[in-house]
């Protein structure tokens, strides 16, 4: 389908201004609620200003120095790279290093020994010299930390790929994986969409063993010593035992060359318009580097456009000493669009808004009709979902099409065909135990964890309580409260609540979001705001509660469970508690006065907030982001919900 797309240069035109430039934070209107109805109308003013005049909101996607390291790296390794470019790129890296010489996953997380060693090689290949103050206290904390040797595999690939380390030392991923079929253990549908398209990739990168070499070395990063391993289970025993094989695995040449050209087709097949794979870095920095070594050069059509398209997830802006550059891992158009439909709807913006009407069209636009790797599970389902990205019609997801369907509903588009395919995929999408997962049905074999190459990240897509909430919503706002399908997606959340009465966040920050989302659900389907499920998660929000009267919630409590529920409170993560106490009818308690006031307080003049936290997750314990539009969708929702509660 053809449509039309942002431009590919420069900074955002709905970023938010720079934190400096906004004015201190207002004085409050007399009155809790008018202090609230101020503080909506100047969020949703703001809010308004950054929809692009082709219908859309979009906020940037933030996340680490990994993605900008790893770009320098793939520019490198094709032959492309330019000072300017490096130059450009270097300046956002060191600006985002901390005073102990390290670089974190995500705003005020601990240092990461892989991350900083990706950006050091950056800065490497940037010009910056290895007795430089700042790259001797980067070099001294990995040495630390146990030396290169203690980074993630994904980074020791990288290095390898960059004559920095031997292929002998990583694990194998043989690309005779393709032919496995889809019932066979290990199989690539085995994988999560994102794994699975960077997991392809690889392993034609990996047959390769490829090794074009930086102009420096790295010793000063490496201890010589191989890290201690933990006993590993007896799972992981045997495939590190395949993995040993497989390094004495010599095929015949000509079954490696039709695996390789099988593999070729198989990712050429699920290049996007755009040029990207996935809409995500991982798939198409893997994807181009897999291409170019089987002979595809960098004129041929795809690469030409693959590397294109990365110029529109690229952000450029004017910094003191230069041009400052910086990727975006991903976008989320219509993930934001439909956020802020919703966020505006519950401001009271009337349907008929030409922005809410305006949106509703681009967005039904952006249904997806055609076929996507989803069939492999579901082949007798028909099409009609929705994707989180402009491009990314192979891999529909769940979450966004739930989403869509809350947003459509509350404006003046005829949207009721649509509607309803989505309510048919979404329905057919349901796993076997009643969950939905965000892009696959059934991608529960947890197998492949063990596989010795997965240390980084999340590989499968199981059902997840944020998700089929969101769904069993959308069920109960088109009138199928009681479809078997939503009476199966209430059981499974009832089932899967945390024994403290809260919900795991899979995809947001974390238990605070998991529960925000479940309540509200919960709810919608007719479950009784008195029941002890609703009962348990309100008080678990309530015991919760920053001093302040915001929440907040630390990334860190994917590894700590003591973290739940606990940190800075954030605009986001209180309006998350918010909805889901407003929803259970706690619109006249003391929390949700104290929720409403923090986010007046603590609003900009401008009608936005501040949150340099990452209250988005990529991979849970690994993988972070920071929405700039989740500071503005969700409290403009909480605000509005108040309101109509209680006015």
């Not at 995500?106 to 430089?132: H, Q």
């Not at 920095?164 to 066979?184: G, N, R, T």
């Not at 681009?362 to 009609?384: M, Y």
């Not at 135990?433 to 199981?462: E, H, M, Q, S, Y």
């Amino acid at each position: 389908m053809s449509r039309p797309r942002p431009a590919v240069h420069g900074a955002r035109p709905n970023a938010a201004p720079p934190v400096a430039a906004r004015p201190s934070v207002p004085a409050p209107a007399a009155g809790p609620v008018a202090g609230a109805a101020q503080t909506l109308e100047r969020a949703t003013n703001y809010l308004l200003g950054l929809r692009d005049e082709r219908g859309w909101w979009q906020g940037e996607l933030e996340t680490n120095v990994t993605m900008d390291a790893e770009d320098l790296l793939l520019r490198e390794f094709l032959g492309i790279g330019d000072a300017e470019t490096k130059k450009a790129a270097g300046r956002w890296i060191r600006s985002q290093q901390r005073a102990d010489g390290t670089w974190a996953n995500f705003y005020g997380g601990p240092g990461d020994i892989s991350t900083t060693v990706e950006a050091y090689v950056a800065l490497r290949l940037a010009g910056d010299l290895p007795d430089a103050p700042h790259m001797r206290r980067a070099a001294d904390w990995i040495r630390g930390q146990g030396g290169v040797e203690a980074s993630r595999v994904f980074t020791r690939i990288w290095l390898a790929l960059s004559g920095q380390w031997s292929w002998d030392e990583l694990p194998v991923i043989p690309p005779e994986l393709i032919y496995l079929p889809s019932w066979f253990p290990l199989n690539i549908y085995d994988w999560g969409c994102w794994a699975r398209q960077t997991i392809v990739a690889l392993a034609v990168v990996q047959s390769f063993r490829p090794s074009r070499p930086l102009p420096f070395g790295i010793d000063e990063l490496k201890t010589g010593i191989t890290p201690a391993q933990a006993p590993p289970d007896p799972w992981a025993r045997v495939f590190n035992g395949l993995d040993k094989a497989l390094h004495l695995y010599r095929p015949v040449k000509s079954v490696r060359s039709a695996a390789q050209r099988r593999c070729a087709e198989w990712i050429i097949a699920r290049q996007e318009e755009d040029g990207c794979w996935g809409g995500i870095q991982p798939p198409w920095v893997y994807s181009l580097m897999a291409l170019n070594l089987l002979g595809y050069d960098l004129e041929h059509p795809v690469m030409a456009k693959g590397i294109a398209g990365l110029a529109r997830f690229t952000i450029t802006e004017e910094g003191a000493e230069g041009p400052v550059r910086r990727l975006e891992a991903c976008q989320s158009p219509v993930w934001d669009t439909v956020l802020t439909m919703i966020a505006l709807a519950d401001a009271g913006l009337p349907a008929d808004h030409p922005a809410l009407v305006s949106a509703g069209n681009w967005v039904l636009g952006e249904e997806i009709r055609g076929p996507g790797d989803w069939q492999v599970r579901r082949p007798g389902l028909a099409p009609g979902g929705w994707a989180f990205e402009f491009d990314n019609d192979n891999y529909p997801d769940t979450d966004d099409t739930a989403e869509v369907l809350l947003a459509l509903r509350r404006v003046s588009v005829p949207s009721d065909e649509a509607a309803q395919r989505g309510l048919q995929w979404l329905t057919g999408m349901q796993s076997k135990d009643g969950g939905w997962g965000a892009f696959d049905a059934d991608n529960t074999r947890a197998l492949v964890n063990k596989l010795p190459f997965c240390d980084f990240g999340a590989v499968i897509d199981p059902p997840s309580a944020d998700v089929t909430a969101h769904i069993v919503e959308a069920y109960a706002a088109e009138g199928h409260a009681t479809s078997d399908a939503c009476k199966r997606g209430v059981i499974w959340l009832l089932k899967n609540q945390e024994p403290d009465g809260s919900w795991f966040g899979r995809w947001g920050a974390n238990y605070v979001y998991g529960t925000g989302a479940v309540v509200p659900a919960l709810i919608a389907a007719g479950v009784q705001p008195g029941k002890p499920c609703i009962r348990n998660a309100v008080a678990w929000l309530e015991a919760h509660q920053n001093p302040d009267g915001g929440w907040g919630e630390d990334l860190r409590s994917y590894d700590d469970p003591q973290q739940a529920g606990r940190g800075t409170s954030t605009a986001s993560q209180t309006a998350w508690a918010l909805l889901a106490l407003l929803a259970a009818g706690e619109r006249n308690g003391c929390a949700v006065a104290r929720g409403i006031g923090w986010l007046v307080e603590s609003q900009h003049l401008d009608g936005s907030w501040d949150e340099p936290q990452f209250t988005g997750t990529g991979f849970p314990g690994d993988f972070y982001i920071n929405y700039h539009l989740y500071r503005l969708a969700f409290p403009v929702s909480a605000l509005g919900r108040y309101l109509q509660e209680v006015t």
